[in-house]
């Protein structure tokens, strides 16, 4: 299993990536009250038959050349039911895939959710054709990471120019440890 709620994220992203999608919406949702971590991950990619979608947990099935089997999905799962949460996900061939991930947050088996800045800087910046909304939420308090606002300013420049690429990691470290208020999940 992946260590980190983040990896499964980059995973389960690079799978939107895969699947041809223009836009990648990611939500992170935590929520001290109803003690829950919610991720979502939607995507607008070529979506799946219905027949890929009853596979898709399968840990021995995989739409990748490089190797039979395919263990992100599979994981994600069993990690967010492990700590008595829920996993959906839900596709339609032409419009996309959502995936829904819900951890128990003080459950002793939720691994911790990992380095979100690096997850979404590392998506942002090596896709730069490719848009990306993220939502990060802690107890109400949010902000979020929209490429399209980014597209509007900066125009033809790419993710990945060394300028860029350094506001947008620290667009997110400030913003992450605002809205994380000191604490770390």
């Known amino acids: 299993m992946l260590p980190e709620i983040s990896l499964n994220i980059l995973d389960v992203a690079q799978n939107s990536i895969s699947a041809g999608a223009a836009l990648t919406e990611i939500t992170v949702d935590i929520d ?3 003690d829950t971590l919610t991720v979502c991950i939607n995507d607008d990619g070529c979506g799946m038959t219905e027949e890929q979608l009853l ?16 263990l992100g999905v599979p994981f994600f799962k069993t990690a967010a039911e492990n700590t008595g949460g829920s996993f959906e996900i839900a596709s339609e061939v032409g419009v996309g895939t959502k995936v829904k991930a819900v951890f128990g947050l003080s459950h002793i088996d939720r691994m911790p959710l990992g380095d979100m800045v690096f997850t979404i800087h ?14 990060y939420t802690v107890d109400g308090k949010s902000f979020t990471l ?15 120019v060394p300028e860029v690429s350094e506001y947008i990691k620290s667009y997110l ?3 992450s440890e605002e809205v994380n208020g000191g604490r770390s999940f």
């Open 55 to 70: 596979a898709v947990t399968d840990p021995f099935y995989t739409t990748r050349k490089t190797r039979k089997i395919g």
């Open 173 to 175: 470290i400030e913003n």
């Open 122 to 135: 590392t998506l942002v910046t090596l896709n730069s054709s490719i848009d990306f909304l993220y939502r």
């Open 146 to 160: 929209d490429t399209r606002q980014f597209r509007e300013i900066l125009g033809d420049v790419p993710f990945n």
């Open 32 to 34: 001290s009250v109803s």
